[in-house]
């Protein structure tokens, strides 16, 4: 049995843990909030989330998405958030624990420029205390907030945000708007499409 | 699994994600998806490393499908049809419910739990659980708001949230000290404005995480927390002597402050172990009757002497907040009662006081109706007498 998703072969159950990461009031939680305004009235699930006054994120958001019968197997998703801020580090480590996919948002707004690598760096720290590796691992960027461009805001340009970021990772990049619902969806199908072949290529690779 | 099954499960996923939100999926453009038209072969036949893909950033806008209709087939055709009356319209929710078996909702309760459970990290001593079933719930929501931004609002939010918990923590004199540094840094914050420099503001966020972990640390014992107060009076120290309290350009009383807040902790050592570090505090003028006042157990430990420096810093009206203060009401002038609203609740109180006294030798009943309609009076009158200020105020704007 691989170390990543929980698979039942018996059962025939797969779930899969996809954690959207990014630093604080990046968009993790709206992106969430909006996969779950466009199918809970399908969906029998919950999403949880636990705000604070100030609207922010203090443990995590989680919403577990169930897929229904895929070629026999029970696919389930489960999707997180983790709080952005840099002392909530040891949350993030216990939301990355056991760890799928990993969505990560990055804040277009020029003032966030650097809180946008130092989450992508801290990121790859944590994932390597559970022996993973930010190359490996299905990854996805999206650069939110781009709408922000509309209101007058400056926002970084996406060369600029792909050489900060993505350089070296060269994962699939989406720009984005989590408020509008732009490339929200699109973002999650690719994650859930890149974690869902990692899982079979390393089944493959089982004796 | 077999690689056949291992394709058409690839398959599967895929259209079931297209299907559920299909409406989100714009139509398939070539030339801005690189990477779907050239992976597709490969996701039905091998199974692509998901970091394989070079696409290009931004090139996803045109979100493209994953795999391009032709390639889909019957079976994947049958898929989309059943997860588009799934997750499609609305009329047909019933087959979602169907379909959409209940979800490990028990996954969250786990993990908070484990959130919970999970030992305390190096660089946060406190499970955050337990912050959320305090009372430092709100202050830990405003402190998370002042580190992105910072305004008057959140400011003002502070403050008010510190005297709260200064008043639920009567008795209690380090979480009081503590809350004191973090009032008076506010007050600067709020005072100093744009002026502000980034450590004062790190120093706010420092004196909340020692607050929150002396708050939330059961196994701390007393003389922990003090030393722990203690460093952070010797960091408020610093903090005075580097900042530049005496030139704020629109917030004068904060250059007032500087010489009143220096002294309180201006030579407090800077290597003695926290057990001593009381022991040296020196407390100015005001406060040495305190600071040095004769204790039963003053056999010269340093605990005794820590204590005795808690107690200054408790007792202590740093003259520094007051001018803050008073620099704050320059910056937000609160509105002051005006000459004739003092008069008129002075003569309320005058009238009360009347009434009172001639009420004294009459019988219960007749009393409690001759108060009741001169206090009838008395509002009827005061009352005419504030709308007419709150006429004359406004017609004066």
């Known amino acids: ?207 | 699994m077999k690689t056949k099954e291992e394709s058409s499960f690839l398959q599967g996923v895929e259209s079931r994600l297209d299907s559920l939100f299909a409406e989100d999926t714009p139509p398939v453009r070539e030339k801005d998806a690189p990477l779907p038209q050239t992976a597709a072969a490969d996701i039905r036949e091998d199974i692509p490393a998901p970091q394989d893909s070079d696409e290009p950033a931004g090139s996803a806008a045109g979100a493209p499908n994953l795999i391009p209709p032709e390639d889909k087939s019957s079976f994947i055709a049958e898929i989309e049809k059943r997860f588009s009356a799934i997750f499609g319209e609305d009329d047909k929710a019933s087959s979602a419910l169907q379909a959409a078996e209940n979800p490990d909702e028990g996954a969250a309760a786990a993990i908070a739990e484990e959130v919970a459970a999970a030992p305390p990290v190096k660089d946060q001593p406190s499970a955050p659980s337990s912050i959320l079933h305090s009372p430092l719930k709100d202050m830990k929501s405003i402190m998370l708001s002042i580190e992105w931004e910072i305004n008057d609002a959140i400011l003002e939010q502070l403050e008010e949230e510190v005297n709260k918990l200064y008043l639920l923590y009567t008795g209690n004199r380090v979480l009081q000290g503590f809350l004191r540094l973090l009032r008076f840094l506010g007050r600067y914050i709020r005072v100093k404005g744009v002026q502000t420099n980034q450590e004062s503001i790190n120093l706010l966020l420092s004196v909340y995480d020692n607050l929150e972990n002396v708050m939330v640390s059961e196994a701390m014992t007393e003389a922990q927390k003090q030393g722990i107060l203690l460093d952070n009076i010797k960091k408020y120290r610093n903090w005075v002597e580097k900042t530049d309290l005496s030139e704020p350009e629109e917030a004068a009383p904060a250059s007032a402050a500087a010489d009143d807040a220096k002294p309180f902790f201006s030579e407090l050592p800077e290597q003695l172990p926290p057990a001593q570090r009381g022991a040296a505090i020196q407390f100015p003028e005001a406060m040495r009757g305190v600071a040095e006042e004769p204790s039963a157990a003053a056999g010269a430990s340093g605990i005794v002497a820590e204590k005795t420096a808690d107690e200054a810093l408790l007792r202590l009206e740093l003259p520094a907040e007051e001018r803050l203060e008073a620099g704050l009401q320059e910056a937000h002038p609160r509105p002051e009662p005006s000459a004739a609203g003092e008069a008129a609740i002075s003569r309320f109180d005058q009238q009360v006081q009347e009434v009172a006294s001639s009420l004294k030798n009459l019988p219960p009943d007749e009393a409690f109706a001759r108060a009741a309609f001169e206090l009838k009076h008395i509002f009827g009158a005061e009352l005419q007498a504030l709308k007419e200020e709150i006429r004359v105020l406004k017609s004066a704007r």
């Open chain 1, 1 to 207: 049995m691989v170390g990543l998703a929980f698979i039942n072969l018996k059962d025939k159950v797969i779930q899969a843990k996809i954690v959207y990461y990014g630093p604080g009031r990046c968009g993790k939680t709206t992106n969430l909030e909006y996969i779950y305004d466009k199918c809970r009235l399908q969906v029998n699930s919950e999403m949880v989330t636990v705000k604070t006054q100030g609207d922010r994120t203090l443990f995590f958001d989680f919403f577990p998405f169930d897929m229904g019968k895929i070629s026999g197997y029970d696919v389930k998703i489960q999707l997180y958030t983790v709080p952005g801020q840099v002392k909530y580090n040891s949350t993030r480590r216990l939301v990355l624990k056991g760890v799928d996919g990993v969505v990560f948002v990055a804040d277009s707004a020029v003032e966030r420029r650097n809180k946008n690598i130092i989450s992508i760096r801290n990121l790859e720290e944590n994932l390597t205390l559970y022996n993973k590796n930010i190359r490996e691992i299905p990854l996805v960027i999206q650069y939110n907030k781009r709408d922000l461009a509309k209101q007058g805001i400056e926002i970084l340009d996406v060369e600029t945000l792909e050489n900060d970021i993505n350089a070296e990772l060269k994962a699939p990049a989406f720009e984005a708007s989590a408020v509008e619902g732009h490339n929200v969806i699109l973002t999650l199908k690719k994650i859930i499409y890149y974690t869902m072949s990692s899982l079979e290529k390393q089944l493959k690779q089982e004796p």
